[in-house]
Structure formats: C-alpha cells, structure tokens
Nanobody, 122 residues
Framework: VQLVESGGGLVQPGGSLKLSCAASGRTYAMGWFRQVSGKEREFVAA????????YYATSVKGRCTISRDNAKNTVYLQMDGLKSEDTATYFCAADATYPTAIFTTSRGYPYWGQGTQVTVSS
C-alpha cells in the first residue's frame, strides 16, 4: 500500500487546512502523525475502517476532525484554529491487516506516506 499526502501549506494562526491522504489500495485503521525536526513523531488522530471510532491527541481535540471515504481509499484531517505549535510535517499512516482495529501509536501502522509540511505563521 502506498500513501500520498496533500493539502499542507502556509497558513496564518487561527486559519484552517484540510489534509488528504490517498491510499493505493484498501486500508483499515488509518492515522495522522506529525513531527518537528529533532523531536519524536507524535500521534494526532486515528480512525477505524468503519469510521465509528476515532481518537485525537489532547493537543488537537476540538480543533481537528478525521474522516475517511473508503470508496476513494482516502483519509482526511480537517484542522481549524491552527496555532504556531501545529507547525510540523504531517504523516499519514495505514494498516491493511486488522479490519476492526484502531491504533494510536506508530507501531500499529506498517504503511507511511512521505509527509506534507504544515506551517502556521503570520
């Protein structure tokens, strides 16, 4: 499975961005992580295949919404009320083995995209 992220860019504080991640095949649990240079990759959000189970990091809860379109093999991350501390490279991750699972750690995801840069600055 190959994952391709899009939708990153430069946005002012308080602004919004919608990230997309297109998978080359069927996936089950999918997640978004982010990483700042020199720091560990951190969990942002995750969604299961049926989209009835979602998890968010405390730092983004209430500001981000994860969703998916299984017909398009695509997962989205709507980010609102962006802050400077949201600046990072955002990675999409996927599992294609466990149909009912959801993972909030990177260990659960064998497939990763290349990342898309999000910069929040005035």
């Amino acid at each position: 499975v190959q994952l391709v992220e899009s939708g990153g860019g430069l946005v002012q504080p308080g602004g919004s961005l919608k990230l997309s991640c297109a998978a080359s095949g069927r996936t089950y649990a999918m997640g978004w992580f982010r990483q700042v240079s020199g720091k560990e990759r951190e969990f942002v959000a995750a969604i299961n295949w049926s989209a009835d189970d979602k998890y968010y990091a405390t730092s983004v809860k209430g500001r981000c919404t994860i969703s998916r379109d299984n017909a398009k093999n695509t997962v989205y991350l709507q980010m609102d009320g962006l802050k400077s501390e949201d600046t990072a490279t955002y990675f999409c991750a996927a599992d294609a083995t466990y149909p009912t699972a959801i993972f909030t750690t990177s260990r659960g995801y064998p497939y990763w995209g290349q990342g898309t840069q999000v910069t929040v600055s005035s």
